[in-house]
Each structure stands twice: as C-alpha cells, then as structure tokens.
Nanobody
C-alpha cells in the first residue's frame, strides 16, 4: 500500500518562499516519477513540476524560474522549493508518485497542503 504525505504549506507574504516536502511509503522515487500539482476550488488541478526516476525535471510555465523540484532517494522524499511567491500561487498543493510512463494524473496522491500567499 502506497502512502503519500505532504508537509510545509502555510501562509506567506508575496515575494516570500516556502519549501514543500513529500514523504512516501510503499513506493520508491528512485524508480518512479514524483510530481507536484496544485488546485484552486472550482478550477482544474494544474501540474506544477515533475522529477523522473532519473532526476529529469519539468515545470509548468507558471513555475519556471521560481520553483525547483528535487528529491532525496535515500530519504524517499521529494521537495518543492517555491521562491518569489505570488498571490496567484495560492492553492492546495498535492504530491504524487507514479510510474515514469504512467498518465500524468495517475498514481498515488497525498491529501494536500495549503499554500496561501498574501498580497
């Protein structure tokens, strides 16, 4: 059974930074892709960043230059460093682990962590 737990969300002023963490049991980031997505009520979930089993990263245009995804295979954790935060980054952020070739929104999800950016 795969269990995904996010942490690190909170309230931050615009221009500030947050670092989200994702711990997984039952599956390995060394063999799978880790992703961060976000969702605002009433809107579709948006894929923010991915990191493959081999460490290749991709970012949504909205995240490029401000966010950085990384992982620690020894700890089996994935991180999202978010800098220069904007009010429009406010959302619930979800961590996901899936196979490298699985559908974008497949795999296993955590319960999410709220990020609120005040103006």
């Amino acid at each position: 059974q795969v269990h995904v737990v996010e942490s690190g969300g909170g309230l931050v002023q615009a221009g500030g930074s947050l670092r989200l963490s994702c711990a997984v049991s039952g599956a390995l980031f060394s063999l799978n892709t880790g992703t961060w997505s976000r969702q605002v009520p009433g809107k579709q979930r948006e894929l923010v960043a991915t990191i493959s089993s081999g460490g290749t990263t991709t970012y949504a245009d909205s995240a490029k230059g401000r966010f950085a995804i990384s992982k620690d295979n020894a700890r089996n954790e994935v991180y999202l460093q978010m800098n220069s935060l904007k009010p429009e980054d406010t959302a619930v952020y979800y961590c996901n682990i899936r196979g490298d070739t699985a559908p974008i929104f497949g795999g296993y999800w955590g319960q999410g962590t709220q990020v609120t950016v005040s103006s």
